[in-house]
């Protein structure tokens, strides 16, 4: 099945600077990459995705991009603010998949002030 | 409102005492699913259902039972709980196919002594 490996596990940033988180997914099947973040004691809600027809996508402060050949894909967040420290895990997933989200280790991200 | 709901949020129970854990949703989802959160282990899947009567094993479902016979409700069911499913415990639901947000209910901490 897919694997999902997330790097790092935690990133601490100065307030203002860039963020960038790693995942790498083993079947090159997958061809839908969301991302997901989980503020302390909460739920994780989707914050981006992209499919692998699109090397790039950009929300704002957020960008994500895609490597299809390396099987590889990034999340970006520049000017990082206070309320972006949370965890962030990327996920993996392939049409017809009947487990549909395979999640990476997830990464925690300290955004100090 | 759209939303998962899981109930119990909190439980301390013992090793052995059969529970379980209600997940409904409101937004007519086929699919269903329940995850469990370690830390530094990710969101790892235990059982999915991608519609009525239709139910099957994620990643780690030893130990657990589901059953889909309403499409608003996916409870979970822990025969006879061991320490090691001490856990957090999420329920998430979306529409069909591998795309497309996956809206987490706010969790449910267990405790097994």
């Known amino acids: 099945g897919e694997n999902v490996e997330q790097h790092p596990s935690t990133l601490s940033v100065q307030e203002g600077d860039s963020a960038v988180i790693k995942c790498t997914y083993s079947?090159?099947?997958?061809?839908?990459f969301p991302w997901y973040k989980q503020e302390l004691g909460k739920r994780p809600q989707l914050i981006i995705d992209i499919r692998s027809n699109v090397g790039e996508k950009k929300d704002q402060r957020i960008a994500v991009t895609l490597n299809k050949t390396a099987k590889h894909f990034s999340l970006h967040i520049t000017e990082t603010q206070p309320e972006d420290s949370a965890v962030y895990f990327c996920?993996?997933?392939?049409?017809?998949?009947?487990?549909?989200?395979?999640f990476g280790g997830g990464t925690r991200l300290m955004v100090k002030p | 409102e759209a939303q998962v709901t899981q109930n119990p949020r909190y439980l301390i129970t013992v090793t052995g005492k059969k529970l379980t854990v209600t997940c409904s949703q409101n937004m007519n989802h086929e699919y269903m699913s329940w995850y469990r959160q370690d830390p530094g282990l990710g969101l790892r899947q235990i059982y999915y259902s991608m519609n009525v009567e239709v139910t099957d094993k994620g990643d780690v479902p030893e130990g657990y039972k589901v059953s889909r016979k309403e499409k608003r409700n996916f409870p979970l069911i822990l025969e006879s709980p061991s320490p090691n499913q001490t856990s957090l415990y999420f329920c998430a639901s979306k529409q069909g196919g591998n795309t497309g947000e996956l809206f987490f209910g706010e969790g449910s901490r267990l405790t097994v002594l």
């Open positions: 996920a993996a997933s392939k049409h017809n998949a009947g487990n549909m989200l395979t």
């Open positions: 079947d090159s099947a997958s061809n839908y």
